[in-house]
């Protein structure tokens, strides 16, 4: 497997949801256009395995040592596990676009919970703290739900790949200066979402993939009292509650008929499920058009397949729009 096939079912991936999501508007959903984006999405390689495309500059992954002691096997777990390399969407997009310098993900000692980048160093940093709260909140969830002995890593993977994401988008915005416009909060959330909803490995059930995201979806609501005050509202981030909402629309507008459940339960209210489709293809093909122009010396023939559909999912757009 080379990384020129991730970038082409990465990309292929991206495009063909965002022409999925348009059709959706005009026609029933097919349970063929749901599986078409997982059906071009190629499994990573084997860890250690090189890489037959030479990106540049890649990305760079690092485990740093932590001081306290209590951090130690959190450390050498990770480190054991190389958990950057578990990370499919990270995988997928390393050397993808033409960064103006090397990205570097490390974990880390931060003497608190958390997870962001540094512009200063072009660094994405994940806290160990951050490992060992969301291991914690994992078995929690576990032992309330009856959940099965694998719950808490699970928990754990899932929320990590969509911190991390998130942090990715904060580090692509600043590196390729990418114009966002509202909340870059929101706006990173919501290519954390995309990703992974859009990308996943042939290992990976649709069911799983919404299901991690429901995790991270989970994580969002679990600090929350439901009670604000005027520093929560002035935040630059979204409450929690609404950053919960806004990731349940994004996934429910990928396939409203197969989500039909979440409105039933209350996942999502009917009002907001109304205009979900039309804002998952919107922001989809956003993100799609803000990173084509940066796609990295040779992967242009990906990136004009790219631009084609993004073409026609605009004309097909188009059309949904006078019809509705
Ligand atoms: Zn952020």
């Not at 706006?187 to 649709?206: N, S």
Request: charged share 20%; proline share 6%.
């Amino acid at each position: 497997m080379t990384s020129k096939t991730f970038i082409a079912a990465l990309l292929l991936a991206l495009a063909t949801a965002i022409s999925t999501i348009a059709g959706a508007a005009s026609r029933p959903a097919a349970a063929a256009d749901r599986a078409m984006p997982r059906s071009v999405v190629q499994p990573r390689p084997a860890a250690g395995q090189p890489r037959a495309h030479p990106a540049v500059p890649a990305f760079e992954y690092a485990y740093a040592p932590p001081v306290s002691p209590g951090l130690q096997e959190i450390y050498w777990r990770v480190r054991d596990a190389d958990l950057w390399q578990q990370l499919p969407e990270v995988h997928a997009i390393d050397g993808m676009f033409a960064l103006p310098r090397r990205l570097r993900f490390v974990t880390a000692e931060c003497g608190e919970f958390g997870a962001f980048y540094r512009p200063g160093d072009a660094e994405v940093v994940l806290c160990y703290e951050t490992l060992r709260t969301l291991y914690e909140r994992g078995v929690e969830h576990q032992q309330a739900l009856g959940l099965g002995e694998d719950h808490p890593l699970r928990y754990v993977r899932a929320n990590v790949r969509f911190i991390v994401l998130h942090e990715t988008g904060h580090a692509l915005v600043h590196l390729l200066d990418l114009p966002v416009t509202g909340r870059q909060e929101d706006a990173v959330d919501q290519l954390a979402g995309i990703l992974m909803l859009r990308f996943a490995g042939l290992d990976e059930t649709p069911e799983e993939v919404t299901g991690n995201l429901g995790l991270a979806a989970n994580w969002m609501l679990s600090d929350s009292t439901g009670a604000y005050n005027l520093q929560a509202y002035a935040d630059e981030h979204a409450l929690a509650e609404q950053r919960f909402f806004n990731l349940q629309c994004l996934i429910y507008g990928t396939d409203p008929d197969g989500f039909a459940g979440m409105v039933a339960v209350g996942d999502l209210t009917a009002a907001r499920a109304m205009v979900c489709p039309r804002d998952t293809r919107r922001v989809s093909r956003a993100w799609l058009r803000l990173l084509l122009p940066h796609l990295a010396p040779g992967y242009e023939a990906y990136g004009d397949e790219a631009a084609r559909y993004l073409e026609r999912s605009g004309r097909e757009e188009q059309a949904a729009q006078v019809a509705g």
